[in-house]
């Protein structure tokens, strides 16, 4: 996956949300995965929650957090699934100015390797909300490893080329 360059890390402010009717943080096994891994890669843990499978109150935190200049990158965990209770790509399509459909595209290819199959009932998406990224992925620890390893620890890495996220971030807010 690309190269790194010497250019200087920049820790990005990431929150973490996980999307279910059940979890605490006490038991929350996929959140606690990507907190681990964000702060092992030297990002900032800016905020985590749990919200039960509701559209509107998932909507909500992405608006609450995306409206934060504190928060960079909103990582969600749960409720892309295809049950009824499974609403976050619907939450994250209420707020979404922009979609990030290669996300979804690449988190289902590398899934594939993994998984097989089972993977089209995947439906990890990505979004831009007010110049935050927001990326909601499965609800399970290996998804949230798949994710975060195969993935975002490189497009939220500054030095990763030819191109990342995080170089993007001043720009979002263009118009």
């Known amino acids: 996956m690309g190269h790194a360059t010497k250019d200087t890390f920049v820790p990005v402010n990431i929150a973490v949300l996980t999307v279910s009717d059940s979890r605490t943080m006490d038991d929350d096994k996929s959140g606690a995965v990507l907190v681990d891994r964000l702060e092992a890669a030297g990002h900032v ?3 985590r929650a749990i919200v ?17 200049p504190d928060i960079e990158i909103v990582l969600a965990t749960g409720g892309t699934g295809l049950t009824g209770r499974d609403v976050t790509p ?7 100015e922009k979609d990030i459909p290669g996300f979804g595209e690449l988190f289902r290819m590398l899934s594939y390797e993994k998984i097989k199959t ?8 990505a979004g831009v909300v007010n110049g935050t990224y927001i990326f909601a992925v499965p609800g399970s620890p290996g998804a ?3 994710a975060w390893d195969d ?3 490189y497009q939220l ?18 118009r």
Request: glycine residues 0%; contains cysteine.
């Open 52 to 68: 039960k499978d509701e559209t509107a109150a998932i909507a909500a935190k992405f608006r609450e957090w995306a409206d934060n």
């Open 144 to 146: 949230c490893k798949d």
């Open 45 to 47: 843990l800016a905020d």
């Open 151 to 153: 993935i975002l620890v």
């Open 157 to 174: 890495d500054i030095r990763f080329r030819p191109c990342n996220f995080v170089e993007m971030l001043p720009r979002l807010k263009e």
């Open 118 to 125: 089972s993977t089209i009932q995947s439906r990890a998406c």
């Open 90 to 96: 619907e939450a994250l399509a209420e707020v979404a």
